[in-house]
């Protein structure tokens, strides 16, 4: 199958969706977490795990549209092809499906637009995008996943990096890290 591009913007008008600004999400983060606190992660992942299956069942049409067929009639490679191309054409940006030692699948974006390259903060933040890919991608799954990001450019880090797996793997790399391990020891570790 090629991998070539036909320019077929997406209506919204048509899907559930709606276009927010960067700026918006990024005053909205700033807001949350100055009244809210650490809690403002949760309140952004809830968001976004709501969202997802929209996002999945525009995609699905989106794949459609250009003679794809649906999502789990894919390849892996031609998944992960399709999937960058779609966020792309949402203006979130893009992504590389990957993998570290096939214990969690890896999402990668240099351009992320939930990210604030300004935004100086200590702790990644794109909490929004880690429940919208939790649903999005368990539904292409089969099962349900967590998502953890753990590299991000709003903290000055040149990617984002999100990780998926099983709840229980993403417990372990958690509880791993949170006693000072890097991300990639404590996936080494499991």
């Not at 199958?1 to 990024?26: G, Q």
């Not at 997802?52 to 649906?70: C, I, P, S």
């Not at 933040?125 to 753990?150: N, Y």
């Amino acid at each position: 199958m090629s991998h070539e591009t036909i320019s077929h913007p997406i209506d919204l008008t048509a899907s559930t969706l709606v276009a927010v600004s960067r700026a918006a999400i990024a005053s909205l983060r700033a807001s949350l977490f100055r009244d809210a606190g650490p809690a403002a992660a949760g309140y952004f992942q809830e968001a976004g795990y709501a969202g997802g299956a929209a996002v999945f069942e525009t995609f699905r049409t989106w794949l459609r549209e250009r003679g794809q067929g649906d999502p789990d009639s894919l390849g892996v490679e031609e998944f992960a092809v399709r999937a960058s191309e779609y966020f792309q054409d949402l203006g979130w940006g893009s992504l590389r499906l990957g993998a570290l030692r096939d214990t969690v699948a890896t999402l990668d974006s240099p351009d992320w637009g939930e990210a604030d390259p300004a935004g100086g903060l200590d702790q990644p933040g794109c909490h929004l995008s880690t429940g919208m890919f939790a649903d999005f991608f368990g539904r292409i799954a089969a099962t349900p996943l967590a998502v953890m990001e753990v590299e991000c450019r709003s903290m000055g880090d040149p990617r984002c990096r999100f990780l998926l797996g099983s709840a229980e793997v993403m417990e372990r790399l958690y509880e791993s890290m949170a006693e000072g391990t890097g991300y990639e020891a404590a996936v080494e570790a499991i």
